[in-house]
């Protein structure tokens, strides 16, 4: 199993540039999340989709949107760049089995994007 | 809204020693998850370990222990036999147990770890 896979790794974009930074796990989860990681604070959480077919809101929503596009991925999108979301950028994947709560978030190796 | 508080920015300590990294946490939830998370150079985040709040007992995983202190809201971590590859950045992270299925991690600000040969 590769686990939670990232693409890209790294990313310039000028400001008001658009990009989507892709998100994959071969674990079977049913919940994915988006953090982002900024200098100094622990991550935040911008999005999440609990499972196929919905996505909510997290702490800092503002700038980004979503997609689950199936089980396995869950896409991030920035439509118009700014300097302010400059950070690294980590999805998560999490199993729901039924009637449990299974507690543990696993990350990807997580994308570092500039904004200039 | 839940808080998680590491007061300690930058913590060192000498190889085979023991260290302990604090986190203070505020909720007024009475069952919730505690975890500890370490980020090496790679910037993986690494389950460390977990605790759930009902539990009385401190989780243990090898040479990692927490010392969980409900009614004061502490949640340390203590690594004994501090090992090179122990040197990370390691954050300390809440999660409410309100919402099945439907969570969020709450992290603390992280304490980076040195450790000296």
């Known amino acids: 199993n590769a686990g939670v896979t990232q693409t890209p790794k790294f990313q310039v974009l000028k400001t008001g540039q658009s990009m989507t930074l892709q998100c994959a796990q071969d674990?079977?989860?049913?919940?994915m999340y988006w953090y982002r990681q900024d200098p100094g604070m622990g991550l935040r959480l911008i999005y999440y989709?609990?499972?196929?077919?919905?996505?909510d809101k997290g702490e800092v929503p503002n700038g980004y949107n979503v997609s689950r596009l199936n089980k396995r991925e869950f896409s991030l999108r920035l439509e118009s760049a700014a300097p302010s979301q400059t950070s690294v950028y980590f999805c998560?994947?999490?199993?729901?089995?039924?009637?449990?709560?299974?507690?543990?978030?696993?990350f990807g190796p997580g994308t570092r994007l500039t904004v200039t | 809204a839940q808080t998680v508080t590491q007061s300690q920015p930058e913590m060192s300590v000498q190889e085979a020693e023991t260290v302990t990294l604090s986190c203070t946490y505020d909720?007024?939830?009475?069952?919730?998850?505690l975890f500890w998370y370490k980020q090496p150079p790679s910037r993986q985040m690494i389950l460390v370990i977990r605790?759930?709040?009902?539990?009385?007992q401190n989780a243990t995983e090898n040479r990692f222990s927490v010392n969980f202190q409900k009614a004061a809201k502490s949640f340390s971590l203590k690594i004994s036999d501090s090992q090179l590859g122990d040197a990370a950045m390691y954050f300390c992270?809440?999660?409410?147990?309100?919402?099945?299925?439907?969570?969020?991690?709450?992290f603390g600000t992280g304490t980076r770890l040195t450790i000296i040969p």
């Open positions: 998560a994947s999490r199993m729901i089995p039924r009637g449990v709560d299974s507690y543990e978030q696993y």
């Open positions: 674990m079977n989860h049913n919940s």
């Open positions: 989709s609990a499972s196929e077919g919905t996505t």
């Open positions: 909720t007024s939830e009475s069952d919730y998850y």
């Open positions: 605790q759930e709040a009902y539990k009385q």
């Open positions: 992270a809440y999660r409410s147990l309100s919402n099945f299925g439907n969570e969020k991690l709450t």
